[in-house]
């Protein structure tokens, strides 16, 4: 019986036009216009926060700059005058703006160092020197960051007060006499760094051990087998491996500190005699005491600048080292 071969069964027509199926560029481009509408939709309550109160208030503060903004226009916002930029040259013609940008460049230039070099020396000390109670030294150099600013204040105040202070007493006893410190032109702003310093090296500290336990261990055993000794060491293996930590910690203390306004704002309210007067300070006295707010602004923007200079100069001439 020969078997014969029937029609064959017709197949199911399959639809290869563009865009049909999953995989097809159309299908994918509505895949990934869903995924991207999801994502926008869980930020947006971020968004909504974020342009409130960070992208509205730095526009407005920035129109703020360019007219005469002050009290009688809170009420009325559109009322103030446009003035230019006569804000903004009018605080280089301001010696007490001028003697804040000077003390606030003192401040950095010796704070900055000062913090970065004690940090880095604390952390090679925890790391390497101390095998005991480690933790308790961390966290006793790391608490006066997380101390509150008015607790700090209190307990400096104390001991600089010139007649029943710590350090006053202590020169008492040795036979001589202690200098007011917070009301002295010459001591108040080093008065004001060495609390800054004290207060902020833990942050640095705490970089340089994250820094220092990233170092392979057999890096120093062959600096060390090869004669190096603790200096050489440190100078041609630590410090030169913990560039990016060092310049992460350079640029947020920078940062910080020429933002500083707690430690004057508590202590000596920028005196005597504005040796302790700082742009924020003035900023905030200029805003808020005498209600120039659009000369306020001025300084705010002013400050900004100087800021994002000092930041990319140091990124730029660190950036080769730290490939």
Same mark, same amino acid.
């Given at each position: 019986?020969?078997?014969?071969?029937?029609?064959?069964?017709?197949?199911?027509?399959?639809?290869?036009?563009?865009? $049909?199926?999953?995989? $097809?560029?159309?299908?994918?481009?509505?895949?990934?216009?869903?995924?991207?509408?999801?994502?926008?939709?869980?930020?947006?309550?971020?968004?909504?926060?974020?342009?409130?109160?960070?992208?509205?208030?730095?526009?407005?503060?920035?129109?703020?700059?360019?007219?005469?903004?002050?009290?009688?226009?809170?009420?009325?916002?559109?009322?103030?005058?446009?003035?230019?930029?006569?804000?903004?040259?009018?605080?280089?013609?301001?010696?007490?703006?001028?003697? $804040?940008?000077?003390?606030?460049?003192?401040? /950095?230039?010796?704070?900055?160092? #000062?913090?970065?070099?004690?940090?880095?020396?604390?952390?090679?000390?925890?790391?390497?020197?101390?095998?005991?109670?480690?933790?308790?030294?961390?966290?006793?150099?790391?608490?006066?960051?997380?101390?509150?600013?008015?607790?700090?204040?209190? /307990?400096?105040?104390?001991?600089?007060?010139?007649?029943?202070?710590?350090?006053?007493?202590?020169?008492?006893?040795?036979?001589?006499?202690?200098?007011?410190?917070?009301?002295?032109?010459?001591?108040?702003?080093?008065?004001?760094?060495?609390?800054?310093?004290?207060?902020?090296?833990?942050?640095?500290?705490?970089?340089?051990? #994250?820094?220092?336990?990233?170092?392979?261990?057999?890096?120093?055993?062959?600096?060390?087998?090869?004669?190096?000794?603790?200096?050489?060491?440190?100078?041609?293996?630590?410090?030169?491996?913990?560039?990016?930590?060092?310049?992460?910690?350079?640029?947020?203390?920078?940062?910080?500190?020429?933002?500083?306004?707690?430690?004057?704002?508590?202590?000596?309210?920028?005196?005597?005699?504005?040796?302790?007067?700082?742009?924020?300070?003035?900023?905030?006295?200029?805003?808020?005491?005498?209600?120039?707010?659009?000369?306020?602004?001025?300084?705010?923007?002013?400050?900004?600048?100087?800021?994002? $200079?000092?930041?990319?100069?140091?990124?730029?001439?660190?950036?080769?080292?730290?490939?």
């Amino acid at each position: 019986m020969s078997l014969t071969k029937g029609p064959a069964a017709p197949h199911a027509a399959v639809d290869k036009s563009p865009g $049909a199926g999953p995989g $097809a560029p159309g299908g994918r481009r509505r895949s990934l216009n869903r995924h991207n509408l999801t994502g926008w939709l869980f930020s947006t309550p971020f968004l909504v926060l974020f342009g409130l109160f960070m992208l509205f208030p730095i526009v407005a503060t920035l129109l703020m700059s360019f007219t005469d903004f002050g009290a009688r226009n809170v009420t009325r916002p559109l009322e103030a005058e446009f003035v230019g930029l006569d804000n903004y040259t009018q605080l280089f013609q301001d010696d007490t703006f001028l003697k $804040a940008l000077f003390n606030t460049a003192y401040f /950095v230039v010796v704070g900055v160092p #000062a913090t970065i070099v004690l940090g880095l020396l604390a952390a090679i000390l925890l790391n390497n020197g101390i095998d005991r109670a480690r933790t308790f030294f961390r966290i006793g150099f790391y608490a006066p960051v997380v101390t509150t600013i008015v607790a700090v204040a209190i /307990v400096w105040r104390f001991v600089l007060d010139p007649t029943d202070g710590l350090i006053a007493s202590l020169a008492t006893e040795m036979g001589w006499t202690a200098p007011d410190f917070l009301g002295s032109e010459t001591w108040a702003m080093p008065s004001l760094i060495a609390m800054a310093v004290w207060r902020n090296l833990g942050t640095v500290m705490v970089l340089c051990i #994250a820094g220092l336990q990233a170092i392979p261990v057999e890096v120093r055993e062959a600096a060390r087998l090869d004669g190096a000794g603790a200096w050489q060491e440190l100078r041609r293996i630590t410090v030169p491996l913990l560039r990016p930590t060092l310049l992460y910690a350079t640029v947020i203390t920078s940062i910080g500190y020429l933002n500083v306004f707690e430690e004057p704002f508590v202590m000596t309210q920028g005196g005597p005699s504005n040796s302790t007067l700082t742009v924020s300070l003035d900023m905030y006295k200029e805003g808020f005491n005498f209600f120039h707010m659009g000369y306020a602004s001025a300084m705010a923007y002013v400050l900004f600048v100087v800021i994002m $200079a000092i930041t990319v100069l140091q990124l730029r001439l660190l950036k080769d080292n730290t490939r």
